[in-house]
């Protein structure tokens, strides 16, 4: 279990990038999985990327394939997701969330999360 604090969201205007990271604090980051969820109003949490505890594995939603990254670095504990090629579509506040495992078995397996940060994707 890890505490989480995400930065890195905005305004962009469509077609643009931003990169949000998360910092984790806590002796287990290099031991965790990894993600990155999203939520616009009135909808449901829904999942975009995830990130094994070594880094070499990573899942990612159909609807970001191609224009999101992440990447981790466990020397300073941190996991960023790169986005480009933003849409309107794309707004929603960004949580990133931690499993206690190596890879998550279920996308309810992330059982820590930070507290948000707003994506606004607007002209």
């Known amino acids: 279990q890890v505490q989480l604090v995400e930065s890195g969201g905005g305004l962009v205007q469509p077609g643009g990038s931003l990169r949000l990271s998360c910092a984790a604090s806590?002796?287990?980051?290099?031991?965790?999985?990894m993600g990155w969820f999203r939520q616009a109003p009135g909808e449901e949490r829904e999942f975009v990327a995830g990130?094994?505890?070594?880094?070499?594995?990573?899942a990612y939603a159909d609807f970001v394939k191609g224009r999101f990254t992440i990447s981790r670095d466990n020397t300073r504990d941190t996991v960023d997701l790169q986005m480009s090629s933003l849409k309107p579509f794309d707004t929603a506040v960004y949580y990133c969330a931690a499993c206690s495992r190596a890879w998550y078995p279920s996308l309810g397996a992330f059982d820590t999360w930070g507290q948000g940060t707003q994506v606004t994707v607007s002209s």
């Open positions: 990130i094994s505890a070594g880094g070499t594995a990573t």
């Open positions: 806590g002796r287990t980051f290099s031991s965790a999985a």
